[in-house]
């Protein structure tokens, strides 16, 4: 498998994870059924809880209208472009999957935004008196595969491979 295919194949599993976890949460899947402001302690650090996201990840630039909603929707399909156009032409496994999270999670909110013109996040990370931003399945694979961008460019920055010189002179 090469490197596009295999960012591509971690865009797609991510994107289905994303919508799997939310229509588990929004709709039930025979164990779980969580309407808006609900929520359950799972773990002692770990909590499910549905909240509706107009803004983008940790509920920056919040959309109140319309006008707005389309903004982000449309930020997002233009960052989904160009990412892909970079995926097709990535040369390191680090980089096509870092790219797929980003591509597949970004998808998933995508969606969310076209059908509710909102986000669904439903997982809390708690700990030591401190509760973290209520997130879902896509803005971790977002944040997982900036993590992967990052440490790719600051290890060894991805370069396109030489073309052979075959002998001619300019």
Do not use: C
């Not at 708690?126 to 440490?151: E, K, M, P």
């Amino acid at each position: 498998m090469n490197k596009r295919d295999a960012g591509l194949l971690v865009a797609g599993v991510t994107f289905a994870l994303d919508q799997v976890s939310k229509m588990a949460l929004l709709y039930g899947a025979g164990f779980i059924h969580m309407p808006p402001g609900a929520g359950i302690s799972v773990l002692p650090f770990f909590n499910l809880v549905m909240l509706w996201n107009p803004g983008i990840s940790l509920g920056l630039f919040p959309a109140s209208s319309v006008e707005g909603t389309v903004f982000l929707a449309t930020f997002q399909m233009i960052a989904v472009g160009v990412l892909g156009w970079w995926l097709w032409s990535a040369h390191k496994a680090p980089v096509a999957i870092g790219l797929g999270m980003v591509i597949g999670g970004a998808l998933g909110n995508l969606i969310d935004r076209l059908v509710y013109g909102k986000v669904a996040d439903f997982i809390q990370l708690h700990a030591f008196g401190y509760s973290f931003y209520v997130f879902n399945v896509a803005d971790a694979a977002i944040t997982f595969g900036v993590v992967a961008l990052l440490y790719d460019a600051l290890m060894k920055p991805e370069v396109a491979p030489r073309q052979p010189d075959h002998g001619q002179e300019e």
